[in-house]
């Protein structure tokens, strides 16, 4: 008869954990203190300008809330697909998904120019609104979250928690499509105008999104020596590389469809060949460090966890340099106005527009990231998330 | 007496003239008060019969020429700090070159006013507004600063402010945060009066700029419009701007 699966809270001496809250907090504080030295000055205190609206934090913002959405993967695969072999991780699959939201959510909420009337963001809805919609999306997916992650917890609701993974996989469908249009709905830009942008932010949250999970899990069981189970890692790790190639695929179908249709052929132009720093983030950062490099490591039959942890790692790296190719890249570029015209103007018309991020951008960005792993580190702290154990063939707990 | 009668003034001419003088003094306020009547009463709402539009002709608006550009800066409190980058641009003369004949233009660009303002769409809070009469204007109490609308207008026409704002016309309330553009200076037009722009162009003689009801089939705008061939900036986004090019 297969043992019961225990789950332990995070161990260890108090002295050892507030010791890791303390590392966590310097890019809390920093994050914090960059956030009121912008507030305070306002926005001419960053690179951003009235040609760069947004900047470095919604690049983190977009990368946390995109990974987050695939970092509920392994979850929705254990509780909607009936993968029992993630089961023992759907949990903190759960957390690590609602973490990430919400270092994502403080960054985009806290960038506003206006950040004293977040009130009125929240009591003035446009229907109409993608970007208003989404705030409907994301509250409705960390309660569709909450609510499965709670199911899983509670023994009396176990029942009702695959209903409850159901909901959450929509809204999880739901949350991924309404970030792609965002940007794919953007008919201003020439840079995104595509609605293949919904199908290319799934493939990137599934890749993003079970890299930061896999880096959590190596983590946690690090941190008080839990074994895995080799198939465990090994199903992961497979899973991660079959996101990495679609990404490269679904980055690939983008960036090249945009350089064959003749009316944004010069963006594609510009991100692949012409565009300076992005154009070397596209190919160094995204393809080579984000997509070929892990996908060299990935595909080794024999590989060790500091090697998984590494492709995860330049995974991470190379998601960034995406993110930024994406959200910056795409307003370097002009808003051609008079197609067919040579423009120019005292706006900057018809120019590459140049953007160098603060120190207190990247800081606040930074301090999102050190919100989410904080939230993951005292919630693992404080609840019983993880098997003591993830090398048995175990029936859950009952 | 008959000289008398011939330099005097008669009792009859007399009568003629302080009637005539009575009926003026009378008569002016009355006259100035119709005028004043005919712009629209603070209480009474934007009417959705009106669509306000801009014909700019480009053959006429010279090179260098900004007049309309100082204008509205004068009309709208918007200052010049030295820092072009995150300087508010409520309109601008964009310079242009076409690139197989080389012939060139320079066109005043602002707020599009588009029936269909993708700003407006985007705008999470509704700040982003359309007026009945087609202004596009943005509401500064809440405007949260989320750059939405600048990243979705095609035309560039929005910017944020970067700086403390001082010295306000006080019918242009604008405020550090938040975003704006041009109004078509909804202030003046709601008193009866041209926008800056249009003003500062007919008043230097270069009369390039023409405003008024693009629905009214009588007003020389419409006229314009329906007799020559006018384009529309980006005119596959099927926005139907309220500022018309002809020439261009």
Redesign the interface.
């Known amino acids: 008869m297969a043992a019961s699966i225990v789950y332990r809270e995070l161990s260890g001496t108090d002295r050892r954990f507030w010791g890791l809250m303390a590392w966590l907090a310097v890019p809390l504080a920093l994050g914090a203190a960059a956030f009121f030295y912008v507030e305070h000055y306002?926005?001419?205190v960053t690179g951003m300008?009235?040609?760069i609206?947004?900047g470095l934090p919604h690049v983190f913002a977009v990368f946390l809330i995109v990974a987050a959405i695939g970092a509920l993967n392994v979850a929705m695969a254990a509780s909607v697909f009936g993968k029992a072999v993630y089961e023992p991780i759907a949990p903190l699959s759960a957390l690590v998904s609602m973490a990430l939201l919400v270092g994502g959510l403080a960054l985009l909420m806290l960038d506003?120019?206006?950040?004293d009337?977040?009130v009125?963001?929240m009591t003035?809805?446009?229907t109409?609104?993608?970007?208003?919609l989404r705030?409907v999306l994301y509250n409705g997916f960390l309660a569709s979250v909450a609510i499965y992650f709670w199911f899983l917890l509670e023994r009396r609701m176990n029942r009702y928690a695959k209903a409850a993974a159901i909901v959450a996989f929509f809204w999880q469908l739901l949350l991924a499509t309404g970030t792609g249009l965002m940007f794919g709905a953007?008919?201003?830009?020439a840079a995104y105008d595509s609605p293949l942008l919904v199908p290319v932010i799934i493939v990137l949250s599934a890749t993003y999104g079970t890299a930061v999970f896999i880096l959590v899990l190596l983590a946690a069981c690090r941190w008080d020596g839990r074994p895995i189970a080799e198939d465990l890692l090994r199903r992961l790790k497979n899973l991660l590389a079959i996101s990495v190639g679609a990404s490269l695929y679904g980055a690939a179908l983008f960036y090249f469809s945009k350089f064959y249709v003749a009316r944004s052929h010069d963006v594609g132009q510009f991100l692949l060949f012409d565009g300076g720093v992005y154009t070397v983030l596209l190919w160094l950062g995204q393809v080579l460090v984000g997509g070929v490099a892990p996908l060299a490591l990935l595909m080794r039959s024999q590989i060790s966890r500091g090697a998984i942890a590494a492709a995860c790692a330049l995974v991470v790296l190379g998601g960034l340099a995406q993110v930024y190719v994406i959200v910056i890249g795409g307003?370097a570029y002009p808003?051609i106005?008079?197609p067919?015209?040579?423009?120019?103007?005292?706006?900057?018309?018809g120019e590459i527009h140049p953007y160098t991020p603060s120190v207190a951008e990247l800081l606040f960005g930074l301090g999102g990231v050190g919100l989410a792993a904080a939230i993951i580190a005292a919630v693992l702290r404080a609840l019983a998330l993880l098997p003591e154990r993830l090398d048995q063939t175990l029936s859950p707990q009952p | 007496m008959s000289t008398n009668e011939g330099s005097g003034l008669s009792r009859r001419g007399f009568l003629a003239i302080s009637s005539a003088t009575l009926g003026g003094v009378m008569l002016a306020p009355g006259v100035r008060l119709i005028e004043v009547a005919s712009a629209r009463a603070p209480e009474q709402a934007a009417s959705k019969q009106v669509r306000w539009g801009l014909l700019i002709e480009t053959d006429k608006c010279a090179t260098g020429c900004d007049d309309c550009?100082k204008a509205c800066a004068t009309e709208n409190g918007i200052k010049d700090t030295g820092r072009?980058?995150?300087?508010?641009?409520w309109i601008?003369?964009?310079?242009?070159?076409?690139?197989?004949s080389g012939r060139t233009?320079s066109v005043p660009?602002m707020c599009q006013h588009c029936e269909h303002p993708?700003c407006?769409?985007?705008?999470?809070?509704?700040?982003s507004f359309k007026r009945a009469d087609g202004i596009v204007l943005v509401d500064r109490?809440?405007?949260?600063?989320?750059?939405?609308c600048?990243?979705?207008?095609?035309?560039?026409a929005r910017?944020?402010v970067?700086?403390d704002v001082t010295d306000q016309n006080p019918d242009v309330p604008r405020?550090?945060?938040?975003a704006e553009g041009c109004t078509l200076c909804v202030h003046r037009i709601d008193r009866d009066r041209q926008p800056a722009c249009v003003e500062a162009c007919t008043k230097a003689g270069h009369n390039a700029m023409i405003f008024g009801d693009l629905n009214n089939p009588q007003s020389e705008i419409a006229q314009r419009v329906a007799k020559f061939g006018t384009s529309k900036?980006?005119a596959d986004?099927k926005l139907n701007p309220a500022v018309r090019y002809q020439g261009?």
């Open positions: 306002g926005h001419i300008d009235n040609q609206v947004w506003l120019a206006r950040v009337r977040m009125v963001a003035h809805l446009n109409s609104s993608i970007f208003a705030v953007m008919v201003a830009r307003q808003q106005l008079f067919g015209m040579v423009e120019s103007s005292s706006f900057f018309d | 550009v072009p980058r995150t300087d508010a641009q601008r003369k964009v310079e242009l070159k076409d690139r197989r233009h660009v993708p407006v769409d985007v705008c999470p809070t509704g700040a109490h809440t405007c949260i600063g989320c750059r939405y600048m990243m979705a207008c095609p035309y560039k910017s944020i970067f700086d405020g550090k945060g938040c900036i980006r986004l261009l």
